[in-house]
């Protein structure tokens, strides 16, 4: 099975988002601090459901609920697997040989290092970056919103699907500002 990697280069970037006054919606990223990172791997696009296939069939492990044969439709197989949980997602790493990002390796990958809003900037999702708020009504291709991509050429970071990290959600420690792993 071929996954593209792309390379993330150690170095420190703005993690979190600034709290603006009266919005309580990104609390749990605040505050925004500089957090340094050592130089990791991270998949181009999510997995799609072609990928996960491989590793189900190799492993027996339960396909989605929704691939009704045990396999992804035709027309959905460079889409990103869905109906997956965190206990899933691990189970296809450990058996792929890598490991979820962490939160903060997600965010680097996805914002860059100067603090931007989105992977593209500070502009508001739109058709052309990503299928956002239910724009589609359903998943995309992956990489089809190449105006989307990351600074590092990372896609689909926004939108189309939520994805898992190794760590779980919780309030950051900005006195951890190496490497840091959530709760």
């Known amino acids: 099975m071929e996954i593209k990697w792309v390379d993330i280069p150690a170095g420190k970037f703005l993690m979190g988002s600034v709290l603006l006054s009266n919005d309580e919606s990104y609390e749990d990223e605040s ?20 990928q996960y296939s491989i590793f189900t069939q190799a492993t027996n492990y339960r396909p989605p609920i929704h ?87 990372v896609y689909d970071l926004v939108g189309n699907v939520w994805e898992w990290t190794a760590d779980w959600s919780g309030q950051y420690d900005p006195a951890t500002t190496t490497n840091p792993q959530c709760p």
């Open 67 to 153: 691939w009704e044969t045990g396999l992804p439709s035709k027309e959905q197989l460079n889409h990103p697997v869905t109906y997956i949980d965190w206990d899933d997602a691990l189970a296809f790493c450990h058996w792929s040989g890598v490991e979820l990002p962490s939160e903060a390796q997600w965010e680097k990958s996805a914002r860059g290092t100067d603090g931007r809003n989105f992977p593209w900037g500070n502009s508001a999702p739109d058709e052309e970056r990503a299928n956002f708020g239910n724009m589609e009504g359903k998943t995309t291709k992956v990489q089809q919103t190449v105006k989307g991509s990351s600074p590092y050429g």
């Open 31 to 50: 505050p925004q601090h500089s957090v340094y990172l050592d130089e990791f791997f991270i998949t181009a696009t999510p997995i799609t459901n072609y």
